[in-house]
């Protein structure tokens, strides 16, 4: 096992150099750069430090007559500004320059700085991430505890009344998608026109810090509730019908047959010999369900519950074409992802010892 752990940990260099190529190259052919961006605001604003706070262009020095024609928007403003705005960001050196020098940094984990922001990626990153945790990890975890019991027990009630409506309360959660729930929720949970039950918006309140031990911790999770039950429904209803449908298939097999012909009590069967090959396909889901969850999923919550997450991080990075941040954030969760799979793998060889990645592989 410990050959095949290193062999996944060597491929996670070359997969995150893959990604970045990729993603790198793309960005080339998209119009609207940062410079572009900066120089919209400046006209729009009259006042270049409105949209550009970062790295000492000053725009009392370099603001004039002339013109340049590569950039479109561009007339009216010199070309000096526009030279230093290049350099500033990078954007005098060759592409491919640029993406040695972004992949030597990473290498050392310097990710940079935001254009717009005048804080590093990392920073940024660690000021996100625990909304992203807490709506991923608690999501997942939740999913994870009701839906397998749920589905075992629905395994076992097959084709009964408990079946049967059960599996029209997971259908129709399955087909609300997240954000209408979550609207749902703040309409009759948050003072929308029902009751006042759980905050509006934010992950803690505004007197946090002079909360005791315990008032924080019920704090956090007064906060936390409704987003996390609308992040979970989706997840909640796939896993339901995942680990049904994984425990019927188990059920049906000859060694189900054989032990209980030789007397063995139905829990014994369930627990002792259908559980651990029946949950191989459940675990397998894992990282699927918790990386949708911590990524995917997170921007309509966040934007509808007021957090200011990753999801959000993300999203305005994308628009206002902050490159580091772009990058920065596409390699930790690439590297996060990846991470993942590896986790998974050792979780099917907790699960059942009998499994050998390596004899498979050779």
């Known amino acids: ?44 604003q009259g006042d270049v430090t409105a949209g550009f706070t970062g790295g000492g262009v000053d725009s009392t020095e370099m603001l004039g007559g002339g013109g340049n024609e590569s950039y479109v928007g561009a007339r009216g403003l010199p070309p000096e500004f526009i030279e230093k705005l290049e350099k500033e960001f990078g954007f005098d050196k060759p592409p491919l320059e640029r993406f040695g020098r972004m992949l030597w940094n990473y290498m ?52 009964t009344s408990f079946d049967n409506w059960s599996s029209g309360i997971i259908i129709v959660a399955y087909a609300i998608p997240g954000f209408l729930f979550a609207i749902l929720l703040l309409v009759l949970f948050a003072g929308g026109s029902y009751w006042q039950v759980f905050p509006l918006r934010g992950l803690t309140s505004d007197n946090f810090d002079q909360l005791t031990l315990l008032g924080k911790i019920g704090d956090y999770f007064w906060h936390i509730t409704l987003p996390v039950l609308a ?40 627990y002792g010999h ?60 690439g590297l996060m992802s990846l991470v993942v799979g590896i986790v998974s793998d050792l979780m099917y060889v907790f699960v059942d010892p009998r499994i050998d990645f390596e004899k498979r592989e050779g």
């Open 231 to 270: 992040s979970t429904i989706s997840a909640f209803a796939t896993l339901t019908l995942l680990t049904k449908n994984s425990f019927l298939d188990e059920i049906k097999k000859q060694y189900v047959i054989t032990a209980r012909a030789k007397g063995q009590t139905e829990r014994k069967v369930l």
């Open 274 to 333: 259908v559980f651990r090959n029946a949950m191989l396909i459940v675990i397998a889901g894992f990282p699927g369900v918790f990386i949708s969850i911590f990524f995917a999923g997170s921007l309509i919550i966040e934007t509808i519950f007021s957090l200011d997450g990753l999801g959000r991080l993300g999203f305005e990075a994308a628009v206002q074409r902050d490159y580091p941040v772009i990058f920065g954030t596409l390699f930790i969760f």
């Open 1 to 44: 096992m410990g050959a095949y752990i290193l062999r996944r940990l060597a491929l996670v260099i070359p997969t995150l150099l893959g990604i970045m190529i990729i993603n790198f190259a793309l960005v080339q052919f998209v119009p609207g750069g940062p410079i572009e961006q900066i120089i919209a605001q400046v006209q729009g």
């Open 108 to 159: 050392r984990l310097d990710f940079g700085e935001s254009y717009f922001r005048s804080v590093s990626v990392i920073d940024l990153v660690l000021e996100k991430m625990p909304v992203s945790i807490s709506l991923g990890l608690w999501s997942t975890l939740i999913a994870y505890l009701v839906s397998i019991p749920l589905g075992i027990r629905k395994a076992v009630k097959d084709g």
